[in-house]
């Protein structure tokens, strides 16, 4: 089972900084790395699959970049509606199994 | 539009098994997987496992092996989920997704969710 570990658990920012989201995987796994928001209650929602596509309506100030076992996700300048928890995943073998990060909290400082 | 709508909100007593549904609309049914994600209360996401809605080939989470079991109905777009011997610690909100990408490589979109509430 690969193991993803996500850094920080919290991360205190302001709107207008700049969020760095880092998502470490136990081993390789290419390329096939999404990322997820998701607010109080309600379902996750899609941002970056691929490690570097964002997902449809998704604005342009989220980026991911990585590939093998390091990943990032960015957020450049944040609004107030960013805060949230963040998730990263990852698919592997076939038939396909996956594995969710435990989330790293980004709230308002 | 993509969609995926679940069955509502289920109380259970340990021990009894639970059955939950999640139709698809707006796209070819059997073309993608679907998978079943939970999240207990205050907790993150665990995947449960994996359907292919065009042959019925599954793949479980070792930890749910022999007590879950994903079926779909081809006829009608609908996936099911169904979890046998419910512990207090299944309580959780239940997510189906669908598996996109050409090799089902991420979750886009989600159902609403289901609360699965086990108490005696």
């Known amino acids: 089972e690969i193991v993803l570990t996500q850094s920080p658990a919290t991360l205190s920012l302001s709107p207008g900084e700049r969020a760095t989201l880092s998502c470490r995987a136990s081993?390789?796994?290419?390329?096939?790395l999404a990322w997820y928001q998701q607010k109080p209650g309600q379902a996750p929602r899609l941002l970056i699959y691929?490690?570097?596509n964002r997902a449809t309506g998704i604005p342009a100030r989220f980026s991911g970049s990585g590939s093998g076992t390091d990943f990032t996700l960015t957020i450049s300048s944040l609004e107030a509606e960013d805060f949230a928890v963040y998730y990263c995943?990852?698919?592997?073998?076939?038939?396909?199994?996956?594995?969710f990060g435990q989330g790293t909290k980004l709230e308002i400082k | 539009q993509v969609q995926l709508v679940q069955s509502g909100a289920e109380v259970k007593k340990p021990g009894a098994s639970v059955k939950v549904s999640c139709k698809a609309s707006?796209?070819?049914?059997?073309?993608?997987?679907i998978s079943w994600v939970r999240q207990a209360p205050g907790q993150g996401l665990e995947w449960m496992g994996w359907?292919?809605?065009?042959?019925?080939?599954?793949n479980y989470a070792q930890k749910l092996q022999g007590r879950v079991t994903m079926t779909r109905d081809t006829s009608t777009s609908t996936a099911y989920m169904e979890l046998r011997s419910l512990r207090s610690d299944d309580t959780a909100v239940y997510y189906c997704?669908?598996?996109?990408?050409?090799?089902?490589?991420?979750?886009?979109?989600w159902g609403q969710g289901t609360l699965v509430t086990v108490s005696s």
């Open positions: 995943q990852q698919r592997s073998k076939w038939p396909p199994e996956y594995s």
């Open positions: 691929d490690a570097s």
């Open positions: 359907i292919s809605a065009y042959n019925g080939n599954t």
């Open positions: 997704a669908k598996s996109s990408g050409s090799w089902n490589n991420w979750f886009d979109p």
């Open positions: 081993q390789s796994v290419s390329n096939y």
């Open positions: 707006g796209y070819t049914f059997t073309g993608y997987g």
